[in-house]
């Protein structure tokens, strides 16, 4: 099996900064793709932004040029690094990854537990 945990998630004010951590473990041959999504309450669950294990980067229109996704394939960890934060950004973070545990077993995607964020002053 594979497990994804997150961290860094907290409390911080408008304007401020976290970074988010990723690390998935357990039986991965290869990791094509993690991603961040968020889940605000009352609202679903909507992409953040996706990392792909050739080094592609995409986000979504409302964080383009405040947050930034990276990772270290060595540590099958990925990051999300949030800047010029927002009360809109408050909501529970999850991270995602496409992972191929053998060959000849079709990849499938795996969730960690969340990470809340919540964005006040």
């Known amino acids: 099996q594979v497990q994804l945990v997150e961290s860094g998630g907290g409390l911080v004010q408008p304007g401020g900064s976290l970074r988010l951590s990723c690390a998935a473990s357990g039986t991965i041959f290869s990791i094509y793709a993690m991603r961040w999504y968020r889940q605000a309450p009352g609202k679903q669950r909507e992409l953040v932004a996706t990392?792909?294990?050739?080094?592609?980067?995409n986000y979504a229109e409302f964080v383009k040029g405040r947050f930034t996704i990276s990772g270290d394939n060595a540590k099958n960890t990925v990051y999300l690094r949030m800047n010029s934060l927002k009360p809109e950004d408050t909501a529970v973070y999850y991270c995602?990854?496409?992972?191929?545990?053998?060959?000849?077993?079709?990849?499938?995607?795996?969730w960690g537990q969340g990470t809340q964020v919540t964005v006040s002053s």
């Open positions: 995602n990854a496409d992972v191929l545990m053998k060959i000849g077993v079709p990849a499938r995607d795996y």
């Open positions: 990392l792909t294990s050739g080094g592609r980067t």
